[in-house]
């Protein structure tokens, strides 16, 4: 990019000389000689009053109220018509002065339109002042506040528009017009901090007499830094704004510096720009030295002419020239900003000659976009660029799609037997959908009938329904097995639909008991006329003996005694009489005492105490005298048969049955407890040797021991077992099943709760757990096949769907 170049040019000496003059001096020196006389072309105004204060006061002047009103207050003041006057309003006054569209003109000769001193705080709206000779608006001195609001600020030749000599003094503008022959705004810089805050105004240096003044001018130092807000305002002159010391915020504003030929010019007391659009122009009173030290933030607006003093030909030849600090985000100029580092992103040049943001590498936010759907049209939306915020590309309409374009059925509910399903489709546009109903698939019944011991069915093999029951109609009787005197027969009829089979019992015709006896030496039967099987068999219910022959000592006595039941007579010889003892001396054998009671001798002696081994067969002695029954012998027990058990006194080994209840003693005799293998089966036998039926728990476990008629008596039970109507499972061991169990490839549920049916198959809906089967608050159900307790997998039960789990899942 080709600089300007500086032109520092001596012929405007004497005029800058007197610019600054007048900027670094007091405003008095270009003020009226005499501020507090009364201007003759008020003087000469007509008597009609122009000026209105509350509702009955009028004045022909403002200046003849605040005459009239010597001590500040809050006033508004209204005008009525247009005035001529040299408005002063004094210090510490509140003022809102209403032009209600008339014009306030300064008096011929007079410095001014309007001035506020020290402490006022002014609003002035809805009108035009116009003229006085050194500045229409003076802002003369002190820390004031002046507002326009929908006002137009008009100078004559060789004035200035709106001039600032205050300490801390605020000007605002709404919506204004303000007009220079030389600055349109004006701040002194050797006062103190200005603060300019402008919207939606117009502010324009006239050009013509004065070729190198800029519409604003506002001055600072290090030490009192000036504030410049301006939004959406139009600035036109030979240069727009120059700044000393002057922070800028600048916000969709419309700034040109006119000057055909940009310059900078640096002297002993200042500085000037010309020709550029926005510059910050500090110095240090040197004229090889500028060093701007203010921010200045553009964003959006257009910008003719130089921006900042980097872009000016030559300024290299400063040496230590050192640039203020510019933020460019948006706005279209001259010059390339972001040639110069005020700007973050690529600009490019336009076909109006400026340049812009190239929107490269930024970031875009669509505003607006709304897609087309099958019958409505939509918008792309518009880019903006989150840079600048300008528009990168304009929106276009979408047209709408037309027709749906659906895609494929996809089911959303599986038909079952007994409910419809649903099929769904989406357009692939719009994402309209379209819904169809799948018809319901109704039974299919199973091909074998399903039975119990009433009725028969069929059962569908998608749901498991019972189909087709019905009770079974059953044909005649057929004899199976005949009925003989001991076994019961059997006959049997089929349901002629299912073939299931219904058996009966043909009762046991009986034995045909003769009328005789017979017998033999140890007991008496009688026999079936038809079977010969005995019936009635006993022992022999004997008499007491009656000697038939006595005994001698040289010959053998006989006796007999008869069967009270049979009439059997049992004789024997009685042994002849020793003249010493029945057992020769030194001799063995068995000897019976006076009151019946057995002993025995050996080698002459009786055996006194204890077990003796006689003829293979055990006996055991106390006092002399064989024992019988129960008997405790170090801790264990033992039965020693008694009469008509077998050999009297002998030890019994093996089951042993004592009243109604069965005990077992081991090989040694010894009374077994506790679990016991005999023939192959398990017995579990009590603390007093009797045998257990029924359930039993060791030790935690649960064991089922057979009772009567549930085959071999107190036998452990295995495999699956039916107690009080409810199915069990026991395993090899004999422990009882709970919980989930595979057995045969097939999953069961056996109750888990100690509810009173522990271990029972279930059947039905279950809500339990999937680990151990226990009950679950979860929503975890499972189905057992009423029956056989089988679970379902991978099927619909009713409604609702089980999965390869059982879980039911729909």
């Known amino acids: 990019m080709r600089k300007r170049r500086v032109v520092l040019r001596n012929s405007m000496a004497l005029l800058l000389s007197a610019v600054m003059a007048s900027s670094l001096t007091p405003a008095v020196?270009?003020?009226?000689?005499?501020?507090?006389?009364?201007d003759p072309g008020i003087a000469a105004q007509a008597d009609a009053s122009v000026v209105k204060v509350g509702e009955n006061e009028t004045y022909k002047t403002i200046t003849e109220y605040f005459d009239k009103n010597k001590t500040p207050a809050e006033v508004t003041i209204q005008l009525t018509s247009d005035l001529t006057d040299?408005?002063?309003?004094?210090?510490?006054?509140?003022?809102?002065?209403d032009l209600n569209t008339h014009t306030i003109t300064s008096p011929s000769g007079k410095s001014y339109a309007l001035r506020i001193l020290k402490n006022v705080n002014a609003t002035v709206r809805n009108g035009k002042l116009v003229g006085g000779s050194f500045c229409t608006v003076d802002m003369y001195s002190g820390s004031m506040n002046l507002t326009l609001e929908n006002v137009t600020v008009d100078s004559v030749d060789g004035a200035g528009g709106i001039y600032d000599y205050g300490t801390k003094s605020f000007l605002t503008l709404r919506d204004c017009t303000v007009k220079g022959d030389y600055w349109a705004i004006y701040h002194n810089g050797s006062t103190a901090d200005f603060t300019l805050t402008a919207t939606n105004s117009t502010i324009a240096a006239i050009e013509g007499n004065y070729p190198n003044a800029c519409a604003m001018y506002i001055s600072g130092t290090k030490d009192h830094l000036n504030i410049i807000n301006l939004t959406g305002c139009t600035v036109t002159g030979p240069t727009g704004i120059e700044g000393k010391y002057t922070n800028m915020t600048l916000k969709d504003c419309d700034i040109e510096g006119t000057a055909a030929s940009p310059s900078f010019g640096q002297y002993n007391n200042g500085s000037t720009a010309s020709g550029f659009a926005v510059v910050s122009t500090d110095n240090t009173m040197q004229p090889d030295d500028p060093k701007p030290e203010a921010t200045i933030a553009i964003d959006g607006g257009t910008y003719k002419g130089l921006v900042g003093l980097s872009q000016l030909e030559g300024i290299g030849e400063y040496k230590n020239f050192k640039e203020a600090t510019y933020h460019i985000t948006g706005g279209a100029f001259s010059i390339d900003p972001y040639e110069y580092k005020y700007a973050k992103y690529e600009y490019k040049k336009g076909s109006d000659n400026l340049y812009?943001?190239?929107?490269?590498?930024?970031?875009?936010t669509v505003v607006g976009y709304d897609p087309a759907t099958c019958g409505d049209k939509g918008y792309s939306g518009t880019a903006y660029c989150?840079?600048?915020?300008?528009?990168?590309?304009?929106?276009?309409t979408i047209p709408a799609t037309g027709e749906h374009t659906y895609g494929e059925w996809t089911v959303t509910k599986e038909a079952t037997e007994t409910e419809a399903g649903t099929q769904e489709r989406s357009c692939s546009v719009c994402d309209a959908k379209e819904t169809q109903e799948l018809p319901a698939l109704g039974h299919t019944p199973s091909a074998a009938w399903k039975s119990d011991a009433a009725d028969h069915w069929k059962v569908c093999e998608g749901c498991g329904a019972e189909l087709e029951k019905a009770a079974h109609s059953f044909g005649d009787w057929k004899v199976m097995k005949e009925a003989a005197e001991t076994e019961a027969g059997s006959q049997e009829r089929a349901c002629s639909v299912c073939g299931e089979k219904e058996t009966q019992e043909l009762p046991a015709l009986g034995h045909t008991p003769s009328a005789a006896w017979q017998s033999d030496a140890g007991s008496h039967w009688k026999v079936c006329e038809g079977c010969g099987a005995e019936l009635e068999k006993a022992a022999h219910s004997f008499g007491e003996w009656t000697v038939t022959k006595e005994a001698t000592e040289q010959e053998a006595g006989f006796?007999?005694?008869?069967?009270?039941?049979?009439?059997?007579?049992?004789?024997?010889?009685?042994?002849?009489?020793?003249?010493?003892?029945?057992?020769?001396?030194g001799g063995s054998g068995w000897v019976e005492s006076n009151d019946g009671a057995w002993?025995?001798?050996?080698?002459?002696?009786?055996?006194?105490e204890g077990w003796k081994e006689v003829d293979g067969s055990w006996y055991y002695f106390e006092d002399e005298s064989m024992q019988t029954g129960w008997k405790e012998v170090d801790g264990d027990w033992y039965y020693l048969n008694g009469a008509g058990e077998g050999t009297e006194g002998s030890m019994a080994t093996g089951w042993k049955q004592d009243g109604e209840d069965w005990y077992y003693l081991?090989?040694?005799g010894k009374m077994a407890t506790g679990w016991q293998e005999v023939g192959g089966e398990w017995y579990h036998l009590g603390e007093s040797g009797k045998m257990d039926t029924g359930w039993k728990q060791d030790g935690g476990t649960w064991y089922y021991l057979n009772g009567s008629g549930e085959g071999t008596e107190g036998a452990m039970a295995t495999g699956w077992k039916k107690v009080d109507g409810e199915w069990y499972y026991l395993a090899g061991s004999g422990a009882m099943r709970s919980g989930w169990q595979r057995l045969g490839g097939t999953w069961y549920l056996l109750n888990a709760s100690h509810d009173g049916t522990f271990g029972a198959m279930l059947e039905g809906w279950q809500r339990v757990d999937a680990s151990a089967g226990r009950p679950t608050s979860?929503?975890?159900?499972y189905y057992l096949y009423p029956g056989s307790g089988a679970m379902a997998a991978n099927r619909w039960v009713g409604g609702y769907y089980v999965d390869g789990s059982g879980l039911w899942v729909r």
């Open 356 to 364: 812009r943001c190239a929107h490269s590498g930024t970031g875009k």
């Open 559 to 585: 006796r007999e005694r008869s069967c009270s039941a049979c009439g059997y007579v049992q004789a024997e010889e009685v042994a002849k009489l020793s003249p010493a003892a029945s057992i020769p001396e």
């Open 386 to 396: 989150d840079f600048c915020d300008e528009v990168v590309s304009g929106g276009y």
């Open 599 to 608: 002993g025995y001798v050996e080698a002459g002696e009786p055996v006194e």
């Open 29 to 38: 020196a270009l003020a009226d000689a005499n501020m507090e006389s009364v």
């Open 666 to 668: 081991e090989d040694s």
């Open 86 to 97: 040299n408005v002063r309003i004094p210090r510490k006054w509140i003022v809102t002065l």
């Open 778 to 781: 979860a929503n975890s159900w």
